[in-house]
């Protein structure tokens, strides 16, 4: 089974965040920054072992693949950027390619979205423009990916190298997106792409007949009791001040039956983006390592279900400490969550003779 992880690369700073943030932004600026909203919010989040690292430095990536590795994640799932020929946060990913470590499988997922304030508080702020100029754009943008798909590290499934694209559904031609991209891959000789449209409970869903090959399913990991209830219309009436509260699911969400096709499972270790997005933000409360694994052990039954060679357990994610959403050691858990995720990965001991 592969076990990927979504990697954040927004851990150096760039010209455009500081134009847009200010000198120096990262996604530690919002986490350090970060404060209890009411009583018994975890705020501020800290990383533990690997420290506020800087993703410039090829030790902290090869320290990061070697405890991922450690723990049983199979390969991390770089957010990829593009839009319009124009990238963003590429340095990362770039020196990976071209220095050939960490010795560690990865693939890509194009986060094909317009990008706002949203992530920093100003939600009405657009940043950079998600556009799709046509299939010019699309032969420069495979080019570019190109020279990962061929690099022996790179995660195929079904013998093709895997594309996660995160809003399918943002395509101008979802169908001649699949059809132009796979016979790009075709011609290059990668035997095809296996494309997966990455998809929520409220996303368009026709992925299928489109032809991508796979769905991953991502529904936040918020269950729903009498006290949310109560917050919810508290919130609602002015009586009460965000941000709003959720009890973590120890359980995957079950993907509904009408996205039909192959379906991946995602799971959280967590969610608070409360360092994003203030009282307006999302938390789910009693996230705990132990409570993750048994969200882990439901996602591999529902991805063991899958075909072999198709069996993909989707963490979101490694490293997107903003949004509470990490499997790196913190100051609260330590190793906790990556222990929970390798407990549930090991293969249960044989039994010996007359056991």
């Given amino acids: 089974?592969?076990?990927?992880?979504?990697?954040?690369?927004?851990?150096?700073?760039?010209?455009?965040?500081?134009?847009?943030?200010?000198?120096?932004?990262?996604?530690?600026?919002n986490v350090a920054k970060a404060r209890p909203l009411y009583r018994g919010h975890?705020?501020?989040?800290?990383?533990?072992?690997?420290?506020?690292?800087?993703?410039?430095?090829?030790?902290?990536r090869e320290a990061q693949a070697d405890l991922a590795r450690r723990y049983g994640?199979?390969?991390?799932?770089?957010?990829?950027?593009?839009?319009?020929?124009h990238r963003l946060l590429q340095r990362p990913f770039d020196e990976v390619l071209s220095s050939g470590t960490p010795d560690f499988p990865f693939c890509v997922a194009w986060a094909n979205q317009t990008w706002s304030g949203i992530?920093?508080?100003?939600?009405d702020r657009v940043l950079i423009e998600q556009t799709y100029p046509g299939p010019e754009d699309d032969l420069e943008h495979f080019s570019y990916l190109r020279q990962a798909f061929e690099d022996p590290r790179y995660v195929r499934i079904a013998d093709r190298p895997l594309l996660f694209v995160y809003q399918p559904g943002?395509?101008?031609?979802?169908?001649?997106?699949v059809e132009r991209w796979q016979k790009m891959a075709h011609d290059a000789g990668l035997g095809g792409l296996y494309?997966?449209?990455?998809?929520?409970?409220?996303?368009?869903?026709?992925?299928?007949?489109?032809?991508?090959?796979?769905?991953?399913?991502?529904?936040?990991?918020?269950?729903?009791?009498?006290?949310?209830?109560?917050?919810?219309?508290?919130?609602?009436?002015?009586?009460?001040?965000g941000p709003k509260r959720y009890p973590y699911s120890e359980a995957p969400?079950?993907?509904?039956?009408?996205?039909?096709?192959?379906?991946?499972?995602?799971?959280?270790?967590?969610?608070?983006?409360?360092?994003?997005?203030?009282?307006?933000?999302?938390?789910?409360?009693?996230?705990?390592?132990?409570?993750?694994?048994?969200?882990?052990?439901?996602a591999i039954e529902i991805a063991e279900a899958n075909p072999p060679g198709e069996q993909v357990l989707v963490i979101k994610s490694w490293n997107e400490w903003a949004e509470g959403n990490y499997l790196e050691p913190d100051r609260e858990f330590g190793l906790g969550r990556l222990k929970a995720l390798a407990n549930q990965l090991a293969p249960p001991p044989v039994a010996g003779p007359g056991r």
């Fill in 1 to 29: 089974m592969e076990v990927l992880a979504l990697y954040l690369p927004q851990f150096h700073p760039i010209p455009e965040n500081d134009t847009w943030w200010g000198k120096g932004f990262t996604e530690w600026t």
């Fill in 42 to 60: 975890a705020q501020p989040r800290l990383p533990a072992d690997l420290g506020f690292y800087d993703l410039r430095v090829s030790e902290t």
């Fill in 73 to 85: 994640v199979t390969g991390f799932c770089y957010w990829h950027y593009w839009f319009a020929g």
């Fill in 119 to 123: 992530w920093h508080g100003a939600p």
């Fill in 170 to 177: 943002g395509l101008p031609d979802p169908a001649r997106f």
């Fill in 195 to 241: 494309l997966v449209a990455s998809l929520g409970e409220s996303d368009y869903a026709s992925h299928v007949e489109d032809g991508f090959d796979a769905a991953v399913y991502f529904h936040l990991p918020f269950g729903r009791d009498w006290a949310t209830r109560v917050r919810e219309r508290m919130l609602a009436t002015g009586l009460a001040r």
């Fill in 253 to 298: 969400v079950t993907p509904p039956s009408s996205l039909g096709g192959r379906i991946f499972p995602s799971v959280y270790p967590n969610w608070d983006n409360t360092p994003r997005l203030g009282r307006r933000g999302f938390v789910a409360e009693g996230s705990t390592p132990e409570r993750f694994g048994a969200q882990v052990h439901r």
